[in-house]
């Protein structure tokens, strides 16, 4: 299976800090930036461990691995990158530690409508989104909008 030593990646102890990541607190999220990034290198070597090619395992696979398990990132695919580039934030074209700040501060400085939004699914749903896969919703969707 494919996905096994990467499931067994994402339960070590060293990654707990990252489920449910604090998006309020810059210290933590400071401090667990290079974590995030390490876990994305430790992802792709093992996917390239499993495939044994380098081919189709992209940084986009990867993000989308980590907002669908621990999500503390979110996916960079083509729409959420384009989403960025509209909204200004810096760098968009791929995933790095600054790229993830800047979404981190946009979420920052607008936490009030997202709660909001969060709540509003919650109540609708029953389902608690997590702040990341709103954030991953927010720009991918502004990304698919203009594409369409």
């Given at each position: 299976?494919?996905?096994?030593?990467?499931?067994?990646?994402?339960?070590?102890?060293?990654?707990?800090?990252?489920?449910?990541?604090?998006?309020?607190?810059?210290?933590?999220?400071?401090?667990?930036?290079?974590?995030?990034?390490?876990?994305?290198?430790?992802?792709?070597?093992?996917?390239?461990?499993?495939?044994?090619?380098?081919?189709?395992?992209?940084?986009?696979?990867?993000?989308?691995?980590?907002?669908?398990?621990?999500?503390?990132?979110?996916?960079?695919?083509?729409?959420?990158?384009?989403?960025?580039?509209?909204?200004?934030?810096?760098?968009?074209?791929?995933?790095?530690?600054?790229?993830?700040?800047?979404?981190?501060?946009?979420?920052?400085?607008?936490?009030?409508e997202f709660e909001s939004v969060k709540r509003d699914i919650?109540?609708?749903?029953?389902?608690?989104?997590?702040?990341?896969?709103?954030?991953?919703?927010?720009?991918?969707?502004?990304?698919?909008?203009?594409?369409?």
């Amino acid at each position: 299976m494919i996905h096994k030593p990467i499931i067994k990646e994402l339960l070590r102890p060293r990654y707990h800090t990252l489920w449910n990541l604090n998006l309020t607190n810059r210290n933590i999220i400071i401090r667990n930036v290079d974590l995030i990034i390490e876990l994305l290198d430790i992802l792709k070597n093992l996917y390239v461990e499993q495939i044994d090619t380098e081919q189709g395992v992209t940084n986009t696979l990867i993000t989308k691995v980590i907002l669908g398990t621990v999500c503390c990132t979110p996916a960079y695919d083509r729409y959420f990158k384009e989403g960025l580039r509209i909204q200004g934030i810096h760098p968009h074209s791929d995933f790095s530690g600054n790229s993830l700040m800047s979404v981190i501060e946009f979420y920052q400085a607008n936490r009030p409508e997202f709660e909001s939004v969060k709540r509003d699914i919650q109540i609708l749903s029953h389902i608690s989104y997590p702040s990341m896969k709103l954030i991953d919703m927010y720009f991918w969707k502004i990304g698919r909008d203009i594409d369409n």
